[in-house]
């Protein structure tokens, strides 16, 4: 018996130790809210909160209309080497006049810009997205206000689909994110790698890129880490970082 707890204890603590949980599951305790429109800390219509053990992206006080009201979560420390781990689950319905697109979709945003930084009117901030979806491949990436390299090449598109199965219905999908400062970053859905890309950089045609431009340097190697609020309710649980070596 003692053998087995030692070989057990062995074979867990080193691995889980490096673990850092960033939502106590209690409160929003080093998280910020920044709503489009809104200052930095206004959690407008109470849309981020805590229930259940889980942070709840919700609409029951916007009156039924989303109005492009985009709000991101921000927790307070940037990283540049790590592996984000989370669950997600898409749950109810929609606000009517959110964008099609947005249907059950939300996202995990890295290497983002401070949001002290954002204008008021700014709908994301500028960062790479692991953007999660329920209705098809999830953990794809979008770059709001910033272009990544893929297989070598420059990409300057938008957003590209990963290779993940779809997750339809109200389940909870395991979504992680490794990232290595100004290389590689790999997503990975249940615990298979479904997207690899490399050196995010800002995109001097993006007006919120272009802004953050200093001495010519595209290149980012670290950033805010944030949770996305874009018309569809969501939730979000044990959410967990390991920081890596350089």
């Known amino acids: 018996m003692l053998a087995g ?16 949980t960033l939502f106590n599951g209690k409160d929003l305790s ?3 809210a920044k709503v489009k429109g809104y200052p930095l800390g206004e959690n407008f219509g109470n849309t981020f909160r ?5 942070i709840q992206v919700r609409y029951d006080k916007y009156g039924g209309k989303f109005q492009d009201r985009f709000g991101h979560l921000f927790y307070k420390t940037p990283y540049s080497n790590y592996i984000l781990q989370l669950e997600y689950q898409f749950s109810g319905e929609q606000l ?9 979709n939300s996202g995990i945003m890295i290497h983002g810009q401070d949001p002290k930084t954002m204008r008021l009117d700014q709908d994301f901030p500028v960062s790479s997205e692991v953007q999660l979806l329920g209705n098809r491949s999830t953990a794809n990436v979008c770059t709001p206000g910033t272009n990544i390299v893929m297989d070598g090449k420059l990409r300057t598109q938008h957003c590209f689909d990963s290779s993940s199965p779809s997750f339809m219905g109200d389940v909870w999908v395991k979504a992680e994110v490794e990232v290595h400062g100004h290389g590689l970053v790999i997503h990975r859905v249940e615990g298979k790698e479904v ?8 995109d001097p045609n993006d007006r919120d890129g272009k802004a953050l431009i200093k001495d010519g340097k595209l290149e980012i190697g670290k950033g805010t880490i944030s949770l ?4 569809h309710p969501v939730s979000f649980r044990n959410i967990r970082i390991q920081v890596l070596d350089k």
């Not at 030692?6 to 867990?12: D, G, N, V, W």
Request: glycine residues 8%; hydrophobic residues 40%; aromatic residues 14%.
């Open 50 to 54: 805590v229930a259940d053990g889980t």
């Open 30 to 32: 080093g998280w910020t």
């Open 228 to 231: 996305q609020s874009e018309s």
């Open 96 to 104: 009517p006049d959110g964008p099609g697109w947005a249907f059950r």
């Open 195 to 202: 997207l690899r890309y490399e050196k995010i950089q800002l």
């Open 5 to 20: 707890l030692i070989a057990l204890t062995l074979f867990t603590t080193p691995h889980e130790a490096k673990w850092k």
